[in-house]
Structures are given as structure tokens and as C-alpha cells.
């Protein structure tokens, strides 16, 4: 079993930045496709941003340009970094860890944009 947690969240101002963190546990975190998803009240869970073993990247049209995903194999870790941020950013922000046919969730970590 692969343990996720999510860290970096909180209350952020319009056009602010933050930095979130996953960690997985496990001695194969290189070989995972990681996620980052979002999900706002009422809504249906976003894929946000992946990146791959081989360290390629995708972004939903949403934030490209303004997040970036990135992975440390030697800590674990997975991070994106979220600038220029918007009220609509505002959502749970949950990490998936993908091997094959198997997916390993986190808790989620709040992400609030306002004023």
C-alpha cells in the first residue's frame, strides 16, 4: 500500500501563489505517473496536472500557464506550483499516485482564493 499526503494549502489572496506537496511512501516513486486533481463543491473531480516517470508534463487548459508540476524521486515529492491564482482555483487539491491499473489517493488539501 502507498501512503499519499498532500501539504501546502490555505487561504491565498487573488493574483497570489502558492506551493503545494505530495509525498508517497515506497521504494518505486520513480516509476508513478503523479496527478494533481481538484475538486470544488458541487463539482466533479479536475484533473489539474501530470507528470510522468520520464518527467513529461500535461496541464488542463484551465492553468496552463500558471501552475507548474514537478517531482524530486530523491524526497519522494511532488509539488505544483500555483501562481497568478483565481477565486475558480478555489477546490480540495488531492495527489494520485498511478501504477498501471492502480491508483493511490491522499486526504486533499484545501486551496482557498479570495479576498
Known amino acids: 500500500q502507498v501512503q499519499v499526503v498532500e501539504s501546502g494549502g490555505g487561504l491565498v489572496q487573488p493574483g497570489g501563489s502558492l506551493r503545494l506537496s505530495c509525498a508517497a511512501s515506497?521504494?518505486?516513486?520513480?516509476?508513478?505517473?503523479m496527478n494533481w486533481y481538484r475538486q470544488a463543491s458541487g463539482k466533479q473531480r479536475e484533473l489539474v496536472a501530470t507528470i510522468t516517470p520520464g518527467g513529461g508534463r500535461n496541464y488542463a487548459d484551465s492553468v496552463k500557464g500558471r501552475f507548474t508540476i514537478s517531482r524530486d524521486n530523491a524526497k519522494n515529492t511532488v509539488y505544483l506550483d500555483m501562481n497568478s491564482l483565481k477565486p475558480e482555483d478555489t477546490a480540495v487539491y488531492l495527489c494520485?499516485?498511478?501504477?498501471?491499473?492502480?491508483?493511490?489517493w491522499g486526504q486533499g488539501t484545501q486551496v482557498t482564493v479570495s479576498s
Open positions: 494520485n499516485a498511478a501504477l498501471g491499473s492502480r491508483g493511490f
Open positions: 515506497g521504494s518505486i516513486f520513480s516509476l508513478y505517473a
